[in-house]
């Protein structure tokens, strides 16, 4: 089945690191991608791993794939107010619709000043 | 900035109603998809469009319905509104298979 599961919430402070986890059930996923939501606003394409990588560092952001737990990370160094948005993490199954993205609910980081 | 622009930003509609929402992506972005937000939930794949035709749908229903034009924009049609139709209405478009790039959404209320 398609499922991809997330954390809600996560608090850190300004400066600190934040690490938002998501596990999915498609191993055959190909790709697996992070988006950033602010209020009222479309998704933003932060990042995405292919699935036979482990890790991907991009600036700030350092994502780590664990194929054989379906596990998915997402680091965020320096977490600023700035980043405070909805978090979400999404897979793109093996077959099927070319550009169909299964989501996961989503994850609220808040940044404490 | 993504390139993709969605129109009208806001729409209230009552049940029974039609609507066409519209998208338009870069050129060269030839696969358009459509997704519903839910208040709260992650979005739902509706379905996508290449050159001009539906390939690939989610579990949505038949009065949920789409066009894709040469000129790289997009309509996604819904009929006979319901109150659970209401959403944030998501067109993401791809130049390639590893990325899809989203449009700001047009936030649909059916009342």
Known sequence: GE?????????????????????????????????KQEPGAGLQLLTYIFSN????????????LNKKDKHLS???????????AIYFCAEKPKGGA???????TGTLLAVQP | ETGV???????????????????????????????????GQGPQFIFQYYREEENGRGNFPPRFSGLQFPNYSSE???????????ALYLCASSPHQ??????????LLVL
Not at chain 1, 74 to 84: C, H, K
Not at chain 2, 11 to 21: A, D, F, N
Not at chain 2, 98 to 107: A, M, S, V
Request: glycine share 6%.
């Open chain 1, 53 to 64: 990588m482990d890790m991907k560092q991009d600036q700030r952001l350092t994502v780590l």
């Open chain 1, 3 to 35: 499922d991809v599961e997330q954390s809600l919430f996560l608090s850190v402070r300004e400066g600190d690191s934040s690490v938002i986890n998501c596990t999915y059930t498609d191993s055959s996923s190909t790709y697996l991608y992070w988006y």
């Open chain 2, 5 to 39: 622009t969605q129109s009208p930003t806001h729409l209230i509609k009552t049940r029974g109603q039609q609507v066409t929402l519209r998208c338009s992506s870069q050129s060269g972005h030839n696969t358009v998809s459509w997704y519903q937000q839910a208040l």
């Open chain 1, 98 to 104: 070319t550009n169909k993205l299964i989501f996961g």
């Open chain 2, 76 to 86: 996604l049609n819904v009929n006979a509104l319901e109150l659970d139709d209401s």
């Open chain 1, 74 to 84: 997402l680091r965020i160094a320096d977490t600023q107010t700035g980043d405070s």
């Open chain 2, 98 to 107: 590893e990325t899809q790039y989203f449009g700001p959404g047009t936030r």
